[in-house]
């Protein structure tokens, strides 16, 4: 998959958007499986 990104050439924006979509309910289940949540950023109480 080192060229999943490259939407200009083939097989195009389309099939590579579809790809994609095809690829969320799996990571959907990756995420929810996790015992911490996502997306919480941590911040140290002091830089001291």
Known sequence: MPYRWN???PPGP???HK???E????EIKIV???E????IL???ESLG
């Open 32 to 34: 929810e499986s996790l």
């Open 42 to 44: 941590r911040l140290r």
């Open 36 to 39: 911490e949540p996502f997306n």
């Open 23 to 26: 690829r969320v309910p799996e």
């Open 7 to 9: 939407v200009y050439g």
């Open 14 to 16: 389309v099939e590579k």
């Open 19 to 21: 790809w994609l979509m």
